[in-house]
C-alpha cells in the first residue's frame, strides 16, 4: 500500500486521490482538518470516551489516538466508503481503535434511510439539497442506529455530519452525559438560522461556548461543561 504522512498520520494515496482536489492540497500543505486537530489537542485528554459521527479518512480519531493513547474513540460515518478508509488509516497507524461503523445515527432508528453520494463525496450527506458545485451521482441506504445507544458510554461527541446536526440537535437528544462538545456547522446545507438554533440549545442544556471558529464553509465550535 502506497502512502502519503502528514502530521505524522499515515493514509493511503489512494484515498487521498478520490478526494477533492482542494482537499489533496489541504493534505499536501499539513493543513486538512487543522482546526479540528488543535481543538482535540486543546481540550481532550486520556480519559475521554468519544463518538465520532462523521469520519472520513479516519484522521482525526488517529490523530487523537496517537496524542492520547488511552482515549476511546468510536468512529462512525454513513457514508460505506468513508467507513472503510477510516479502518484503513486505523490500521495503516497501528491504533488500537473499534471498527468503524458505517450507520446513520439517529433519534429514532427504523430501518434503512437514503444517503445521498455527491461528486465532491465529502459533501455527500443525508440531506437531498442539489449543490451546484456537487451533484448527487448515487444514493445508497444504509442502516440506522439510535444515538442514545452509541452514547451509552462516552463523554464527548465529535460531529461533523455535512448538516445532519439539524436533524439530531434537538430537544429529544440526551446529553445528560455529555461534558464535551466540538461540533462542525454546516451552515450551507441548513442555514444560519439552524445554527443559532442548535447553538442556543447546546448553551441551554448547560454547555459553555469555549472556541467558535469560522471557516471558509461552515465554523467549528467547541463547547464544554
Known sequence: MNSIEFEGISVDIANVEEMPVYIQDCIYNNSYENDEALLVSKYLDNNDRVLELGCAIGYLGTFAKKKFPGIYWLSVDANPQMALDAQATHQLNNVDMPKPLNVVASLNANGPVPFYIREEFLTSSLLPVELEYSKIIQVEHVPTMNISELML????????????????????????????????????????????????LIVKRGFTTIEYNTKQFGSVAYYCR
Open 153 to 200: 458510554e462516552v463523554n464527548t461527541l465529535v460531529f461533523d455530519i455535512e448538516g445532519g446536526e439539524a436533524n439530531l440537535f434537538t430537544e429529544d437528544l440526551d446529553l445528560a452525559n455529555i461534558e464535551k462538545v466540538c461540533l462542525e456547522y454546516h451552515d450551507h446545507f441548513i442555514g444560519l438560522s439552524e445554527v443559532e438554533r442548535i447553538h442556543n
